[in-house]
């Protein structure tokens, strides 16, 4: 009777053992690894080299998307909800800003470019990259700021600020602000990502 009792006893360790194992490797594997994860039903990946990918969908199309910062590095930037019905409404999208920036500026420009312009059919938009004011040595450079916002056209402006954020001019210019050149580019994700709705208003 006391064998029986014991055996009893140990089965039921046993299977206490076991149910407690697979719920922790169910509950582990819902989590993912740290450097792959859902974002709002968004797979996110760490690359190997720099930066992240995002696979967005339009309609049922994948586009696998390069970009530096992953969602959860920008989305306490506030942005302005206007912008993006504002840029998927008009054709054509000037980016621009100071020639005296360096080449970090560039990348948020470029990457914001690509999503918008012609080159992955995603939104098909006709992008420049300009400057706001004719570098000193330099002719021929275009030149587009603020001031050539119209009911078909947007400018994007990237500039330095005091508060990395995205936010619209009384004229309804885009402006793309970080505190240093590498907030500028995680100010220009999170455009990005406003776009794709992969953050959500």
């Given at each position: 009777?006391k064998?029986?009792?014991?055996?009893t006893?140990f089965?039921?360790?046993?299977?206490?053992?076991?149910?407690a194992?697979?719920?922790f490797?169910?509950?582990?594997?819902?989590?993912?690894?740290?450097?792959?994860?859902?974002?709002?039903?968004?797979?996110?990946?760490?690359?190997?080299?720099?930066?992240?990918?995002v696979?967005?969908?339009?309609?049922?199309?994948?586009?696998?998307l390069?970009?530096?910062n992953?969602?959860?590095?920008?989305?306490n930037?506030t942005?302005?909800?206007?912008?993006?019905?504002?840029?998927?409404?008009?054709?054509?999208?000037?980016?621009?800003?100071d020639p005296?920036f360096?080449?970090?500026?560039?990348?948020?420009?470029?990457?914001?470019?690509?999503?918008?312009?012609?080159?992955?059919?995603?939104?098909?938009?006709?992008?420049?990259?300009?400057v706001?004011?004719?570098?000193?040595?330099?002719?021929?450079?275009?030149v587009v700021?603020?001031?050539?916002?119209?009911?078909?056209?947007?400018v994007?402006?990237?500039?330095?600020?005091?508060e990395?954020?995205?936010?619209?001019?009384?004229?309804?210019?885009?402006?793309?602000q970080?505190?240093?050149?590498?907030?500028?580019?995680?100010?220009?994700?999170?455009?990005?990502?406003?776009?794709?709705?992969?953050?959500?208003?």
């Amino acid at each position: 009777m006391k064998s029986e009792k014991q055996v009893t006893i140990f089965v039921l360790l046993v299977i206490l053992v076991l149910a407690a194992a697979g719920a922790f490797l169910i509950i582990n594997s819902n989590k993912g690894t740290p450097d792959e994860y859902n974002y709002n039903n968004f797979r996110v990946s760490k690359n190997p080299t720099i930066g992240y990918t995002v696979v967005a969908y339009t309609g049922q199309q994948p586009y696998h998307l390069q970009l530096r910062n992953d969602p959860r590095n920008v989305e306490n930037i506030t942005i302005d909800p206007k912008i993006r019905s504002l840029i998927l409404t008009k054709q054509e999208i000037f980016f621009t800003l100071d020639p005296d920036f360096n080449s970090i500026p560039v990348l948020g420009a470029m990457e914001m470019a690509n999503i918008l312009g012609r080159r992955l059919g995603l939104y098909d938009k006709r992008v420049t990259g300009t400057v706001t004011r004719q570098p000193e040595n330099s002719e021929g450079v275009q030149v587009v700021d603020c001031d050539k916002v119209t009911e078909d056209v947007n400018v994007v402006r990237l500039q330095l600020g005091s508060e990395t954020k995205v936010f619209l001019e009384d004229n309804e210019c885009i402006i793309v602000q970080g505190t240093n050149e590498w907030e500028i580019v995680r100010a220009s994700d999170r455009l990005i990502y406003q776009l794709l709705e992969v953050i959500e208003d």
